[in-house]
């Protein structure tokens, strides 16, 4: 295997992995700015009023992604395992 092809597995790795986690993250992040904009009007400071939405969001989330998360990841392995002949050379 050459450096070459390593760094370019290594990046479509990170790429996969940012692609995968950024729904996730993006529905944690607008749960939040919606939670604190209504903490901030009623002025409700409550810990769980935090953690709670965001975490019913993502798992929800996470269970309509999972089919497309799984699907996308078990493509990107038989990608890798259709290059392990590259890597031998």
Do not use: D, Y
């Not at 009623?42 to 019913?56: D, G, M, N, R, W």
């Amino acid at each position: 295997m050459n450096a070459e092809l390593a760094t370019e597995i290594i990046k479509a790795m990170i790429l996969h992995a940012v692609a995968l986690a950024t729904p996730l993250l993006m529905a944690a992040m607008v749960v939040g700015l919606g939670v604190s904009l209504f903490q901030a009007v009623t002025s409700i400071h409550e810990q769980t009023l935090s953690f709670v939405p965001k975490a019913l969001a993502v798992v929800g989330l996470l269970i309509v992604l999972l089919p497309w998360m799984i699907r996308s990841t078990s493509e990107f392995a038989i990608a890798i395992i259709e290059k392990i002949p590259q890597m031998v050379h």
